[in-house]
């Protein structure tokens, strides 16, 4: 009997329980238990979809089916301010939100990408849009900025028969305002349920960079479930997120903070902040 391929799994097992326990350096997350602070959101952003912070702190989110940004205040997640794109309001099913300096990017799930500046509370702004021409299978669900490659990465809840048993990471070039043909990374649904405890669902809800480790977490209502990704897209952690209904957006304070936000489902939609590099 050749022991070999037994030993190879075996050691695939152990260095995921172990990569399970720490992301890539020496922070922790302690996902599994309750988040060191937890808002309730006003009922107005019960539909809550997609959360961003900008490079000075400030949060901002969006629900998912009127074209209308509220900043939040991090403190107390009172909403500051509102501004929607276009004079006339947008409804789409937006689903998630990048900042770039002084740009906003927000994705509908049939992948169209709104670009739009800053807006003071109660007006509107101007927008551009630009088409990903994805098929409606991939339902994009979550949105975020690289800066080493000055890009967007949209998470797709779906999937079509060319990947089957994948969920994909797309890129669009901010240079080129087009899809890169090829997905940026590709995550194996049957490798991430196997992880999961027979749990057979999967399907990213959001997806952010780490602004200190440079990995990518990737969240799922679907499975309540979270990743880290390294660059080369080798999976570093799965979690779930036991203390969530349904996570649909996440980001990161400079200081590594992780912040999730909850749509409403069964309680109050709610915005938890899990601290960096510590226990809660």
């Avoid at 702190?57 to 205040?73: K, S, T």
């Avoid at 807006?119 to 702004?125: L, P």
């Avoid at 240079?175 to 997905?183: H, N, T, V």
């Avoid at 649904?189 to 057979?200: E, R, Y």
Wanted: with cysteine; hydrophobic share 40%.
């Amino acid at each position: 009997m050749n022991r070999f391929p037994l030993i190879i799994v075996m050691l695939t097992l152990f260095a995921c329980k172990k990569d399970k326990l720490q992301f890539a350096g020496s922070d922790i997350y302690s996902f599994n238990e309750k988040p060191r602070i937890h808002f309730k959101l006003t009922e107005e952003l019960n539909e809550i979809s997609g959360l961003a912070v900008d490079k000075n702190d400030r949060v901002f989110v969006h629900n998912d089916e009127l074209g209308i940004v509220y900043q939040l205040d991090p403190e107390s997640a009172a909403i500051i301010k509102s501004f929607r794109i276009g004079r006339d309001l947008i409804n789409a099913d937006f689903e998630g939100i990048a900042i770039i300096d002084s740009l906003f990017y927000m994705v509908s799930s049939d992948g169209i990408i709104y670009e739009f500046p800053e807006g003071e509370d109660n007006t509107f702004v101007k927008f551009n849009t630009y088409r990903t021409d994805l098929k409606t299978d991939f339902n994009i669900e979550g949105l975020c900025y690289d800066p080493k490659r000055n890009s967007l990465l949209l998470a797709a809840k779906g999937t079509s028969k060319k990947f089957k048993d994948n969920r994909v990471i797309w890129e669009f070039s901010l240079a080129k305002k087009m899809r890169l043909e090829e997905p940026r990374f590709l995550l194996n649904v049957n490798q991430i349920t196997a992880i999961n405890s027979g749990d057979k669902q999967f399907g990213p809800s959001g997806i952010e960079i780490n602004p200190l480790t440079g990995n990518l977490f990737i969240i799922a209502y679907r499975g309540l479930l979270i990743l880290s990704l390294n660059e080369s897209g080798d999976i570093l952690t799965v979690d779930k997120l036991a203390n969530h209904k349904q996570p649909e957006g996440i980001s990161f304070l400079s200081n590594g903070d992780c912040l999730i936000a909850d749509e409403r489902n069964e309680r109050s939609a709610r915005l938890s902040i899990y601290a960096y590099g510590k226990q809660q």
